[in-house]
């Protein structure tokens, strides 16, 4: 009996010691730096609150940690949809002047991979700037320091809170330097193949109703049209 | 016995590794896809939209029925010419497989759109403009401009078109939008081409 007892903590252990691994594991922590901060291209910036009670809509299947807004949107019940969010929010430059609406569609993907530091979701998004022209994005996110760094530790804190500072880019494909996929699709931007990364700011999460302050920023590169040309040469 | 608590470390380990490695931690929901193979190679499929049911949102500066009817919708000047919409896209068994955004817009600098991203979370997303202006038949005729994972490689015409319902049943619904695709893979063109 005392063998089997001490087989059974053995394994208890040696689980304990896995996630722990995986929780402190250095070679998963990624570099915060954009891929875009070195560039000598334009850059949009554009703003958000991450937050869904200050977005003009957001709505996922109901029984998840963060409320559906406002209270009467239709939820995403069905099976297929169950793992998807869908988000509208006023866009804002970087002088906090609204200057577009976004509409985002993110879902759990495949391709999550916790053994690899991956948690990742498959978003687009779907944006007009009025007078500039509309655009798509296409990326993958990696949340797997969100969840190490704010997630776990709000569950760990006794008041089930986390306060703080905590920047990380979320972008992490489909581009070989971990940016997203922008299309242009009329307007100014009518034609236009570039990149972009999405990044998130938080300072506060509650383990009730998730991120409670936390904004985000989706950085498109311009390219020159130089540049454009040269390539085509 | 402390053999037995080491031996019970490492089984814990690998149990865990193993678990980890070989469960999924997302298995999305797949419908099947109802696909029409075209002689020419391509494919078409075709979606639908059930209004009102499926409709998730209606932002416009001063609707009157706004949807969600507490939406607080911004009132700027600049978005006066935008209508936004959300909706769930079923395929054609009636099942719902995603979700689409149509954005239809003008300004007298960029322009006016009509815009669809159909999200369709097991396989992908395509990024849709449409011509503003509509034929005799009332079908709108439209390009994919972009597509994500199973759509990537795909390009061609999609048309969509309302379709009033003439039931006479209280439950009814008011109408659909039809939305049908019909793709191309971009790699068997240049094939076609080459060849």
């Not at chain 1, 009730?208 to 904004?215: D, K, Q």
Request: no cysteine; net charge negative.
């Amino acid at each position: 009996m005392k063998y089997l007892l001490s087989l059974v903590v053995g394994m208890l252990a040696g689980v304990a010691i896995f996630f722990a691994f995986l929780y402190y594991n250095p070679l998963t922590t990624r570099n915060t730096l954009s891929p875009l901060s070195v560039t000598d291209n334009d850059l949009i910036s554009l703003n958000y609150s991450a937050v869904a009670a200050d977005s003009l809509l957001y709505t996922n299947d109901g029984e998840s940690q963060i409320a559906p807004h406002p209270a009467k949107v239709l939820q995403l019940w069905e099976p297929s949809i169950r793992n998807t969010r869908a988000m509208a929010t006023v866009l804002f430059d970087s002088r906090s002047q609204r200057v577009g609406i976004g509409i985002k569609f993110s879902s759990d993907s495949e391709r999550t991979s916790i053994l690899n530091g991956k948690m990742i979701v498959d978003s687009v998004w779907h944006i007009y700037l009025p007078g500039r022209g509309s655009l798509f994005v296409e990326q993958s996110e990696n949340y797997w320091r969100y969840l190490r760094d704010i997630v776990i530790p709000a569950h760990w804190n006794s008041g089930n809170n986390w306060r703080g500072i905590w920047n990380g880019n979320i972008t992490d494909g489909p581009g070989a330097l971990g940016t997203a996929k922008v299309i242009g699709g009329s307007g100014n931007f009518l034609g236009l193949e570039t990149e972009g990364v999405e990044s998130l700011a938080a300072k506060a999460y509650t383990v009730e109703a998730g991120p409670v302050a936390m904004s985000g920023e989706l950085v498109i590169e311009l390219p020159r049209p130089d540049t454009a040309i040269a390539s085509d040469l | 016995m402390f053999r037995t608590f080491i031996a019970g470390i490492l089984l814990g380990l690998a149990v865990a590794g193993a678990a980890l490695y070989y469960v999924p931690a997302v298995d999305q929901f797949r419908e099947h896809s109802l696909i029409v193979v075209q002689p020419n190679g391509g494919n078409s499929e075709s979606f639908h939209i059930n209004v009102p049911t499926d409709r998730i949102l209606i932002g416009a500066p001063a609707q009157q029925n706004p949807l969600p009817t507490d939406l607080d919708w911004p009132s700027d000047e600049q978005f006066a010419n935008l209508r936004s919409e959300l909706f769930k896209i079923r395929n054609s068994k009636d099942a719902v497989v995603g979700l689409g955004s149509r954005l239809a817009a003008s300004h007298p600098d960029s322009g006016d759109i009509i815009e669809w991203v159909l999200h369709l979370p097991a396989r992908g997303s395509v990024y849709i403009a449409m011509r503003t202006n509509p034929s005799d038949t009332g079908q709108r005729i439209g390009e994919m401009l972009s597509g994500t994972r199973e759509f990537a490689a795909l390009r061609g015409p999609v048309s969509e078109r309302w379709v009033a319902n003439t039931s006479d049943s209280e439950d009814a619904s008011s109408g659909r939008i039809n939305l049908l695709t019909a793709f191309v893979s971009t790699k068997f063109e240049v094939e076609e081409v080459v060849e």
